[in-house]
């Protein structure tokens, strides 16, 4: 017969049939209640003592045994998600250890299968089986002292099995989870029973027989039990008197051996009564040697009883409960004597453990002395070393894993995180749990887990909601449920849902204001306020409305700027302004104010390096300080200053890479990169350096499409993607290879449709939809496909009217609608119409004169300016000198200030020559 691994028949399953049967003896109230009380103790007899002969081919046995299975294999998963909180090391290698042998003994024990067949007999049985065992069920908990007595015992006789099985000792908190814990997760015992019954009511053969049969055929099965009864209590009763006599022949044992050694020692047998019980109770020493082996512990014991334990100063205590306990075995009280040591033990243990609190606190004032100086790693240190002694702080894991988030340790800060969590829940704090959900929320929005991180911010978004209706005065409450909206926001901006995410932010700013008001001097809520107004402003901005952002954004900035001026040394503070200023920079340059935009940028670069250097271990503030070099780096682009340009983006990658290689799982960091890696390669393509710029975006797609694979539904992913696309397509075409840039262009194409349907009222996704149709006819119209081309063409530019229709005063659109203007003129002169050609030129020159006056140190405005004055030039031959020399004047100019970039070096030349053509054909 193949081995049973999980010992089912003499150990588990012996055990819990045992009290199964106990229990159906008593069974009641059904409909087979008079059959049942006739002879319903001998029936159960019958029905679970069985031979051990068929008890491993018995269902239930069986069912027991997987149930076993189950429910160790639940615990298990639960020890080892608690021991990963653990920050012992040696007690994680430990536990580490053990789980993986319980693991290798649970999946033997799964691979173990019957060797045999239900018999006929047995059938008939187990046919009663499933109403018995459910009424067993119901009936456990009619005694709750009996059944908590059962439930320990069953669950101490499965943990010494199991430390058997493996051979090792098992850890505590392995045995803790095991037996249940004070978060409400229930022990062995109970998933036992409930698994069990579970596998017993869906077991085919029961089914069968249960729903056929029914009373009827419990009644013809207790007739057939019946008449097999007689035989079997017949067997039973002789086993029983067979036991009889070897019980009394064991009590004419003891008694002799008692008189003996009384006699012997010259102890009263009443003394040495409970010493022998508890001698032969756990122990094998075999029959003739126990009176020698007692007479031996007799003499021990009454020796340690006349040796007192010198009482030492250091503890106490000890000493004189181990007296106190000797004394007990003058009179062979070993009971006594254990009862005393153990109680000592107890308060030893509650004295450790008072101890251990306060010397946490040691740790914790450590931790405290440490965060003002910004050394991360001191402070991390004595945190864990605190929180070793005492893992009840709930703030004081939060403070852990912020400190961890902020050197980069995302994986550690998570785990602290979720032992706030779990302390949280023990202490059954609900605002610490609803800010435990939160933290862990922000981790995962950082690996890029959008899902993940709206159900923990949903989690304590519940949470706060609860809270802030049971009382609705208390503004802690009130200011959390802010905050949680401000993050609902986050993520519904971020998955592409702008009405949800308006939604909630303007949820987190009305409650932000209501408190504001109450307490304009209240800097906290004043703060909460700036952060509810940049999310409205990020939102207004993506809806193509700047003046609507530009306002939340400068209501935001306002607020920064008072609470820094209030708190010059607050460092939080300091980078809210920067980020604030950062905001009103993209708005004014959108409006095509460069000078604006740069100073609100350089102020925000001036406050993030500020920081960066205060802190360089501070991963998030070195986040903020490349953030800053990219914004400064597109101004000095836009502006012609390519080496200025170059050098700011090369600062702001140099960070980004260190970051993403020390934590290459934050998808933050990793599209940060891919941003810089854009930067770079725009800088290197208008240098005319076409190989470096390929590698560049290649490199920032292959992390796009990594972070896009993640999360498909994460929108601002899918919009990187398709940017890097049109990149990738742009080199490809310059090089000539039309298919590969077609193929380019339609992958970006694709993706910006999907967006723009999803939420055609977002400007951002419109104007980058119009972007690839103006792409996808470049490539048609290079094709010869004219009317292909034309009717993208078409698409793109109503999309820029509307746009720029809808802001005229966003610089960026009117320049997207000039170039649509010239596309259009393009198509309409090829086709010979030179009429609807030139006004078209004519259209986007008005456009690009305007922005030029605008701002006439922005580089791109002007070359933009030059081309307009060619293509009027050569729809216009008449006039073509006055335009060539305005175009020349313009290059001249840009070249002089080093603004021109290299690509297009030829370009003053090639102008000149045109007009002395004009002069000379004149």
């Not at 409960?321 to 509650?350: C, F, H, M, P, S």
């Not at 702008?498 to 204001?513: E, F, N, P, T, V």
């Not at 500020?610 to 836009?638: H, M, T």
Request: with cysteine; glycine share 8%; proline share 2%.
């Amino acid at each position: 017969m193949a081995v049973d691994p999980t010992g089912a028949t003499s150990g588990v399953a012996a055990k819990a049939l045992g009290i199964a049967a106990n229990l159906a003896g008593g069974i009641a109230g059904n409909e087979a209640h008079a059959a049942y009380t006739a002879f319903g103790a001998r029936y159960a007899a019958a029905l679970f003592k069985r031979h051990p002969e068929i008890d491993r081919n018995h269902h239930i046995i069986m069912a027991l045994r997987l149930a076993h299975l189950d429910a160790t294999e639940t615990i298990l998963a639960r020890f080892d998600e608690g021991r990963r909180n653990d920050f012992n090391d040696m007690r994680q290698v430990e536990a580490e250890r053990v789980s993986a042998l319980l693991w290798s003994y649970l999946q033997d024990a799964r691979k173990f299968n019957s060797d045999g067949a239900t018999s006929a007999e047995e059938k008939n049985v187990l046919g009663a089986l499933p109403a018995a065992y459910e009424t067993a069920l119901a009936a456990r908990s009619s005694d709750m002292s009996d059944a908590t007595t059962v439930r320990k015992e069953l669950e101490d006789n499965v943990l010494r099995e199991l430390s058997i099985e493996i051979g090792d000792a098992l850890p505590a908190l392995f045995m803790a989870a095991f037996h249940g814990n004070a978060n409400g997760n229930d022990g062995w015992h109970d998933m036992f029973v409930r698994a069990a019954s579970g596998r017993l009511k869906d077991n085919e053969a029961f089914k069968a027989i249960w729903n056929a049969e029914q009373l009827a055929r419990i009644r013809a099965i207790l007739d057939f039990v019946d008449k097999k009864i007689d035989r079997v209590l017949d067997g039973q009763t002789t086993a029983e008197r067979e036991a009889e006599r070897r019980h009394n022949e064991q009590m004419e044992g003891q008694a002799r051996i008692l008189n003996l050694v009384s006699k012997e020692k010259g102890i009263p047998i009443e003394e040495l009564a409970p010493v022998l019980a508890r001698l032969i109770g756990h122990s094998d020493v075999p029959r003739d040697k126990i009176a020698k082996v007692l007479a031996d512990a007799v003499d021990d014991l009454l020796a340690r009883s006349q040796t007192l334990a010198a009482i030492q100063n250091d503890y106490p205590e000890i000493d004189r409960a181990i007296n106190t306990a000797r004394k007990k075995l003058e009179t062979l009280d070993v009971e006594g004597a254990l009862a005393t040591v153990r109680k000592a033990q107890g308060k030893q243990a509650l004295q450790r453990h008072n101890q251990n609190k306060a010397d946490a606190r040691l740790f914790f004032e450590e931790a405290d002395i440490l965060l003002p100086l910004y050394d991360h790693d001191g402070v991390v240190v004595a945190l864990r070393q605190g929180l070793m002694l005492d893992p009840d702080p709930i703030w004081r894991w939060g403070q852990l894993g912020d400190e961890l988030r902020k050197t980069g340790q995302r994986l550690n800060a998570v785990a602290a995180f979720e032992a706030a969590l779990e302390a949280a829940l023990r202490a059954d704090d609900e605002r610490a749990i609803g800010v435990s959900h939160e933290r862990i929320g922000d981790i995962r929005r950082a690996e890029g887990d959008a899902k993940g991180a709206l159900q923990a911010y949903q989690d304590s978004l519940d949470i706060w909601k609860t809270l802030a209706e049971r009382d609705p005065g208390n503004t802690e409450w009130q200011r959390d449920l802010s905050v949680s909206y401000n993050k609902i926001g986050d993520i519904r901006r971020a998955e592409g849902d702008a009405k949800g995410a308006l939604q909630a932010y303007q949820a987190g700013l009305d409650i932000a204001k209501a408190l504001a008001e109450r307490d304009p001097g209240n800097a906290e809520w004043q703060r909460d306020l700036a952060f509810s107004y940049n999310g409205i402003g990020d939102i207004r901005r993506a809806e193509g409305d700047a003046k609507g952002a530009l306002q939340a954004y400068q209501a935001g900035l306002d607020i920064a700027k008072a609470l820094a001026e209030r708190d010059p040394g607050n460092a939080e503070w300091k980078r809210d302004l920067s980020v604030s200023y950062n905001g009103i920079g993209d708005i004014r340059r959108a409006e095509g104010d460069a000078r604006g935009a740069l100073q609100a940028y350089q102020d925000g670069l001036d406050i993030a390096k500020a920081l960066a250097e205060r802190d360089p271990g501070n991963a998030e503030w070195q986040r903020d300080l490349s953030v800053s070099y990219d914004r400064i780096g597109d101004i000095r682009r836009a502006e012609g200053d390519a080496r200025g340009a170059l050098q700011a983006y090369q600062d702001g990658l140099d960070i980004l890479k260190t970051l993403a290689e020390r934590d290459p799982g934050n998808a933050e960091w990793q599209r940060d990169l891919s941003v810089s890696y854009d930067n770079i390669g725009d800088i290197r393509r208008a240098a005319g350096h076409a190989k470096g710029a390929l590698q560049a975006y290649q490199d920032s797609l292959d992390i796009r499409k990594t972070l896009a694979e993640r999360d498909p539904g994460n929108a601002v992913w899918q919009r990187d993607l398709s940017v890097s696309y049109n990149k990738i397509g742009d080199i490809r075409r310059a090089a000539g290879d039309a298919k590969g840039a077609l193929q380019a262009y339609q992958d970006a194409f694709d993706i910006r449709r999907t967006l723009a349907e999803r939420d055609p009222g977002n400007a951002e996704w419109q104007r980058d939809l119009s972007v690839s149709y103006n792409k996808i006819g470049d490539i048609r119209r290079a094709a010869g496909h004219a009317k292909g081309a034309l009717q993208a063409y078409q698409h793109g530019f109503d999309i820029a009217k509307a746009l720029a229709e809808r802001d005229p005063g966003n610089a960026e659109w009117q320049r997207d609608l000039s170039v649509n203007y010239d596309n259009i003129g393009d198509i309409r002169r090829a086709a010979g119409h030179a009429k609807d050609a030139l006004q078209a030129y004519r259209d986007g020159f008005d456009i690009r004169k305007t922005l030029a006056e605008h701002d006439p140190d922005n580089a791109e405005w002007q070359r933009d300016l030059i081309v307009s004055l060619i293509k009027l030039a050569e729809c216009e031959p008449e006039n073509a000198s006055v335009y060539y020399k305005m175009a020349l004047k313009i290059a001249l100019t840009l070249s002089s200030a080093g603004k021109l970039a290299p690509a297009d070096a030829w370009i003053p030349e090639e102008l000149a020559r045109r007009l002395e053509a004009t002069r000379t054909s004149s």
